[in-house]
């Protein structure tokens, strides 16, 4: 299987922060890598797909990066609807697996 | 619009069955793979199990192989699973997920479905 590092656990930022996320793979998945948003009692919403092709209907504050191993997830100016949970997947490879998620929290 | 729309969870006990069911639509049901995706209580997410358009391939996570079988009726717009020998850990939110065009990311999720293993 491969692991994700996904870095930080925990993000305490304020609104219109520039903030980054970052997924690390044990191994290299090309660009089979996804970012999801979860907001608390809600299913996660697809942001990016293909590493850094951005979903239909997502804000373009929101922009993905890397490939290999090492992936970024970006949000240009943060909103207040963007405090919430991220998660990164990868498809690469069985079983598809997510990385440990990162909290984005209120500073 | 799509829609995903799980149900069957449960209270059950340790080694008992289960099955939850996913009605689909807004989209052309046969025509996309779909995927369970499960998530334990304030935890993160986990990848559980793979189906694709005609049912003729199906992928599990080790922790379900054996246990857990994904089926699916492409005349009922439907998505299934079969839970056997239920675990404590097995304890979660049940999501099913549209895959968003075969290659593995998931753009469309249900609400998901409740099961909880507990004697």
């Known amino acids: 299987a491969i692991w994700m590092t996904q870095s930080p656990s925990l993000l305490s930022a304020s609104t219109g922060d520039r903030v980054t996320i970052s997924c690390r793979m044990s191994q290299g998945i090309s660009s089979y890598l996804a970012w999801y948003q979860q907001k608390p009692g809600k299913a996660p919403e697809l942001l990016i797909y293909a590493a850094s092709t951005l979903q239909s209907g997502v804000p373009s504050r929101f922009s993905g990066s890397g490939s290999g191993t090492d992936f970024t997830l970006t949000i240009s100016c943060l909103q207040s609807e963007d405090f919430a949970t991220y998660y990164c997947?990868?498809?690469?490879?069985?079983?598809?697996?997510f990385g440990q998620g990162t909290k984005v929290e209120i500073k | 619009e799509v829609q995903l729309v799980e149900s069957g969870g449960v209270v059950v006990q340790p080694g008992g069955s289960l099955r939850l069911s996913c009605a689909a639509s807004?989209?052309?049901?046969?025509?996309?793979?779909m995927h369970w995706v499960r998530q334990a209580p304030g935890k993160g997410l986990e990848w559980v199990s793979l189906?694709?358009?005609?049912?003729?391939?199906?992928y599990y996570a080790d922790s379900v192989k054996g246990r857990f079988t994904i089926s699916r009726d492409n005349s009922k717009n439907s998505l299934y699973l079969q839970m056997n020998s239920l675990r404590t850990e097995d304890t979660a939110l049940y999501y099913c997920?549209?895959?968003?065009?075969?290659?593995?990311?998931?753009?469309?999720w249900g609400q998901g479905t409740l099961v909880t293993v507990s004697s």
């Open positions: 807004g989209f052309t049901f046969d025509d996309y793979t």
């Open positions: 997947q990868q498809y690469y490879s069985f079983p598809r697996t």
């Open positions: 189906i694709s358009w005609d049912g003729g391939s199906t």
């Open positions: 997920a549209k895959d968003i065009d075969g290659s593995g990311s998931f753009d469309y």
